[in-house]
């Protein structure tokens, strides 16, 4: 029996708990909502008091949080568990490389090996294991790591570096920031010339200018329906944040992603922050004179 930890059971992190649980494996969880901890106790999963009482429980942490605070809180949590068996924590958020690089120093201070393991999916992905890992950082840790990956992703890729694994997917959700506004603006079109969305969605899937993202994200689009989330606009605003400060580092120009930004911008002073990234349609909706209106609000 393995014991693998999930602090920050929301969207993801619960998506993800649920398909860790099984006759073969325990997952103990912390989030600072209790009704996401009451969830969790629901599902079959053990809800913990504290981020260090599953660090003191766990074999395994896997950490999904919101924020830089959320993942320095929690391993500040963490360095305060009880001394006990050797601990792997794999961190799966979008967050900057350095709030990581300095946690995992921290932790290392300790003898707890950090990994770097963003992931690339939704939370509707998540819920049917369609994620995958972009996992870096001690390889002995990964390999040890690797099965509990396998129950909730359908791969995960070793990069090397810590720090690799974020840098791929800052990658990766440039091209999710840009194709999510590309497939509102084509819906938006052909609703405009009075195409069915319906048919919008079955044809263009079927044809070359499909892309993953218009395949999760257009069936919302077409119903005009962006609730449940698998990613709210308000948590989306934080990674562009963050992939927008590392290009920059880096000096390299990223005029098409700069273009989709005040979409979402737009989207949120509509008060949209709380539905599903898909709900930049209505933004375009709204820009092209279509007043469909929402079924979601």
């Known amino acids: 029996m393995t014991t693998v930890g999930v602090i920050g059971v929301g969207i993801m992190g619960s998506a993800i708990a649920g398909n860790l649980l099984g006759p073969d494996m325990t997952v103990i969880g912390f989030d600072s909502a209790a009704d996401r901890r009451a969830a969790l106790a629901a599902m079959g999963g053990q809800a913990a008091a504290s981020a260090a009482a599953v660090a003191g429980a766990a074999e395994i942490v896997l950490t999904s949080l919101p924020s830089s605070a959320a993942l320095e809180e929690t391993v500040a949590a963490i360095l305060a568990r009880p001394p006990g068996r050797e601990l792997v924590v794999a961190e799966l958020s979008t967050l900057p490389i350095e709030t990581k690089l300095r946690c995992r120093d921290a932790l290392a201070g300790a003898g707890i090996a950090m990994l770097d393991c963003p992931l690339s999916g939704t939370g509707a992905q998540a819920l049917n294991r369609d994620l995958v890992v972009y996992a870096s950082g001690d390889r002995a840790a990964f390999d040890r790591s690797a099965p509990v990956f396998a129950r909730f992703s359908r791969s995960s890729h070793y990069l090397g570096a810590f720090g690799n694994g974020s840098k791929m997917k800052f990658v990766a959700n440039l091209l999710v920031a840009i194709h999510n506004v590309a497939s509102a603006e084509a819906m938006v079109l052909g609703m405009k010339a009075g195409l069915d969305p319906a048919d919008l969605v079955k044809v263009i899937a079927d044809g070359a200018g499909t892309s993953r993202v218009f395949e999760l994200r257009a069936p919302m689009m077409a119903r005009a329906d962006y609730q449940p989330p698998s990613m709210k606009i308000g948590i989306w605003q934080k990674d562009m944040a963050v992939i927008g400060d590392f290009a920059r580092t880096l000096g390299v120009a990223t005029p098409l992603f700069a273009a989709s930004e005040p979409i979402y911008n737009a989207a949120i ?25 929402s079924t979601s609000r």
Not at 269 to 278: K, M, N, Q, Y
Not at 280 to 292: D, Q
């Open 269 to 293: 002073g509509l008060g949209l922050g709380g539905d599903d990234t898909a709900a930049v349609c209505a933004v375009l909706e709204r820009m092209a004179g279509i007043a469909r209106g």
